[in-house]
């Protein structure tokens, strides 16, 4: 079955602590993306990327770092410096950028919590 | 910068009833996508319906229809023969046409109850 994998579907961590959300794709899609969903809010662009090697800042990228080792990884580190980073957290991707749309696909989604 | 704007937090809709979800948009684009995505309460977000600004003519997908008005910069939504598993929150979507990426721009969302 090709589709996107993200884990774990619920994840815990302790103030201070960095935590890393998983993400991979089977689709041979070139990008990739992550986004927050917070309640009462739609989901906001936390950081992209088209290629391997290569990622970009989203709109809310504070506390956030990602890698892109791999056409099929793309990991999510939430920072002891996100201010806020309870929420759901989803991944996405697509074909290909640029010229014209190519659908996003989604993940189950991780739901983080802070305690 | 463009932006979406869902006015409706909450619907409800009796089964087989028709329900229309509103949505708005600013850009000073003239080439863009506007998409609804479905999240039901698994929480996996499922694209419904697409449509390209440069078409006229209103996306259809089987009980799903939109209403886009793009002088208006309104792209609403139409659920037909409303279902049981039509509930879920509805998300109103913008993207740029030939952008150097597929960032997709996010309403706060609908959350539709469809009551047997």
């Known amino acids: 079955d090709g589709g996107i994998t993200q884990s774990p579907k619920y994840l815990f961590r302790k103030e201070g602590q960095n935590v890393t959300l998983s993400c991979e794709q089977n689709l041979n899609h070139d990008a990739m993306y992550w986004y927050r969903q917070d309640p009462g809010q739609g989901l906001r662009l936390i950081y992209y990327s088209q290629i391997v090697n290569d990622f970009q800042k989203g709109d809310i990228a504070e506390g956030y770092s990602v890698s892109r080792e791999k056409k099929e990884s793309f990991p999510l580190t939430v920072t002891s410096a996100q201010k806020n980073p309870t929420a759901f957290y989803l991944c996405?991707?697509?074909?290909?950028?640029?010229?014209?749309?190519?659908?996003?696909?989604f993940g189950p989604g991780t739901r983080l919590t802070v305690l | 910068a463009q932006t979406v704007t869902q006015s409706q937090p909450e619907m409800s809709v009796q089964e087989a009833e028709t329900v229309t979800l509103s949505c708005t948009y600013d850009?000073?684009?003239?080439?863009?996508?506007l998409f609804w995505y479905k999240q039901p309460p698994s929480r996996q977000m499922i694209l419904v319906i697409r449509?390209?600004?440069?078409?006229?003519q209103n996306a259809t997908e089987n009980r799903f229809s939109v209403n886009f008005q793009k002088a208006a910069k309104s792209f609403s939504l139409k659920i037909s023969d409303s279902q049981l598993g039509d509930t879920a929150m509805y998300f109103c979507a913008f993207s740029l046409r030939g952008g150097a990426t597929n960032k997709l721009i996010f309403g706060t969302g609908t959350l539709l109850a469809v009551q047997p």
């Open positions: 449509q390209e600004a440069y078409k006229q």
């Open positions: 850009t000073s684009e003239n080439n863009y996508y």
């Open positions: 996405a991707s697509s074909p290909r950028t640029g010229g014209f749309y190519n659908e996003q696909f």
